[in-house]
C-alpha cells in the first residue's frame, strides 16, 4: 500500500504570496479605478542586457547548423562556462572593491544548475537523513520547506534587531548551516569576521555551511565578502550556492551554479567524496542547464557583460536608495538596501506585519510583503524590494509620503 510522505503535512502553511493577491484582489473590485504599486516581490523587472542577448541568440543560432548543434550536453555544465566563472573568482572586481576576489576554484568545483533554488533544496540530500540542520529565522522558505520533507530535525537561529539581522552562533552541536548574504528578506550583510565565527564553529564542529550568495553583486562596500571563500578556512567546511538571476535578470532564463570545494570534509569522508557525491547526483538527477542559457552566461562573463549587468544591478539599487531615503524622511525605521535590493521596514505603531501590509495598500495603495510570512521573527516587519521600473518605484514613494499620514 502506498504512503505519503506526511512530511509535507508538517510543511508551514504557504499562504503568504497568495495572500497578498488576495487582498489586493478585494481591495481592487472595491475601487477599481485605483493604480496599484508593486514593491513586494523579489523579481527582475528590467531587460536583458544587450551583450547578453547576443549571447542567447549565438546559442540559438549554433542549434541551427549542423556542425555547431548540440544535445545533452555535461550534467555538470559547459567546461566553458565552468573556467569562466573559476576565472571570475579568481580575477574579476567586486562592485564596491579596489582589488579583485582572488579566490581559488578549480573548474570541476563548479557545477553549472538551473538556477540556486533547487541546488539550495536538493543539497541537503548528500548529507545524512539524520543531520541537524540550522535555519535562520527569517528566512528564504526554501532551505526550511526542503529540509521538512526531508524530515530532518531544524534548529533555528534568530535573527533580529539586537544582532543586526545576522544569527549568533547555534548553541548546540548542528551539522548543516543554511546562510544567506546578502540576506533575502532582511537586506542584512555580514562581515568578514561574522562569517569567520560560522567558519570557526563549522570546523569546529565538522559542521557545513550551505552559503548563498545569490545577491552579491548587490554589495557595494568593498569591505564586505561577495563569497564565503572570502574566508580563511572556508573551503573545507562550506558549499556556496550562486545564481545569475538577480545579478544578470536570469529569472526566467533560469542558470545559477554551485560550489563544492574538493577539500570539503565531514565526519568520516575523504577529501574529494562530497565533491564526487554531487556529482554523482546530479549526473543521476539532472541533465544539465540549457545550452542556450550557458551561451548567456558566458556572455554575462565577458568584459562587456560585467559592465552592463553591473549598469543593471546599480538601477535597482538606485531603487533602494530613493525608497530609503523617503521611508526614513517618514521617521520610519529601515534596514537593509545599501548592500542588497531588499529593504526590512520596521512596522511603525506596534503594527503587526499584516496590519501594516494592509495599511499601505489602502491608504498608499502600495503592496509589500508582510514579514511574518518568512518566519516569527519577522513578525513586526514589512519586506520592501528595489526590483521594479524607476516610475512605479517614485510612484510609490510619493503617493506613501502623501496618504500614510503616520
Ligand atoms: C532569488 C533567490 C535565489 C535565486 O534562485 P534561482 O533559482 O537561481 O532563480 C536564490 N536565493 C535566494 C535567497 C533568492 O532570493
Redesign the pocket.
Known amino acids: 500500500m502506498a504512503k505519503i510522505n506526511s512530511n509535507y503535512r508538517k510543511l508551514p502553511k504557504s499562504y503568504l504570496f497568495s495572500e497578498i493577491a488576495k487582498r489586493t484582489e478585494a481591495f481592487l473590485e472595491k475601487n477599481p479605478k485605483v493604480e496599484i504599486l508593486k514593491l513586494g516581490i523579489?523579481n527582475t523587472t528590467e531587460p536583458l542586457a544587450p551583450s547578453v542577448i547576443d549571447g542567447l541568440i549565438n546559442g540559438v543560432k549554433k542549434l541551427a547548423k549542423l556542425d555547431s548543434y548540440t544535445g545533452y550536453g555535461d550534467e555538470q555544465g559547459d567546461s566553458r562556462l565552468r573556467q569562466a566563472l573559476s576565472d571570475w573568482y579568481k580575477h574579476s572586481l567586486p562592485a564596491g572593491a579596489g582589488k579583485k576576489r582572488g579566490i581559488n576554484l578549480l573548474a570541476d568545483e563548479i557545477f553549472i544548475?538551473?538556477?540556486?533554488?533547487?541546488d539550495?533544496a536538493n543539497i541537503s540530500s548528500i548529507f545524512s537523513p539524520d543531520s541537524v540542520v540550522a535555519i535562520t529565522d527569517p528566512v528564504?522558505p526554501?532551505y526550511l520547506d526542503s529540509n521538512v520533507i526531508a524530515g530532518k530535525k531544524i534548529v533555528y537561529l534568530s535573527a533580529d534587531e539586537k544582532n543586526g539581522f545576522i544569527p549568533t552562533l547555534p548553541k548546540q552541536k548542528v551539522d548543516l548551516i543554511f546562510l544567506?548574504f546578502p540576506?533575502?528578506p532582511t537586506g542584512a550583510v555580514a562581515t568578514k569576521k561574522q562569517l569567520k565565527e560560522f567558519v570557526d564553529y563549522a570546523t569546529g564542529n565538522r559542521a557545513v555551511i550551505i552559503f548563498?550568495a545569490?545577491?552579491s553583486e548587490y554589495i557595494k562596500d568593498k569591505n564586505l565578502p561577495t563569497s564565503i571563500y572570502e574566508i580563511k578556512g572556508a573551503k573545507s567546511c562550506a558549499i556556496e550556492?550562486q545564481?545569475?538571476?538577480?545579478s544578470a535578470g536570469?529569472?526566467g532564463v533560469?542558470?545559477?551554479w554551485t560550489v563544492v570545494p574538493k577539500d570539503l570534509i565531514v565526519e568520516g569522508s575523504q577529501p574529494g567524496e562530497i565533491n564526487q557525491f554531487w556529482h554523482r547526483r546530479q549526473t543521476t538527477m539532472f541533465n544539465g542547464a540549457s545550452n542556450i542559457a550557458q551561451e548567456g552566461g558566458l556572455a554575462i562573463l565577458s568584459a562587456e557583460g560585467q559592465k552592463q549587468t553591473r549598469k543593471q544591478v546599480n538601477y535597482y539599487m538606485e531603487n533602494a536608495a530613493i525608497i530609503k531615503r523617503g521611508l526614513k524622511d517618514m521617521g520610519l525605521t529601515v534596514f537593509g538596501g545599501e548592500n542588497a535590493p531588499y529593504l526590512w521596514v520596521k512596522c511603525p505603531e506596534g503594527l503587526s506585519s499584516w496590519e501594516f501590509f494592509d495599511k499601505l495598500l489602502k491608504k498608499a495603495h502600495v503592496v509589500g510583503t508582510p514579514g511574518s510570512g518568512f518566519g516569527q521573527m519577522g513578525e513586526g516587519y514589512l519586506r520592501l524590494s528595489a526590483f521594479g521600473h524607476r516610475e512605479n518605484v517614485r510612484k510609490a514613494m510619493i503617493s506613501i509620503k502623501e496618504n500614510l499620514n503616520l
Open positions: 523579489g544548475s538551473d538556477g540556486a533554488k533547487p539550495a528564504y526554501v544567506c540576506n533575502n548563498d545569490a545577491y550556492l545564481s545569475f538571476s538577480k536570469f529569472t533560469r542558470l545559477g
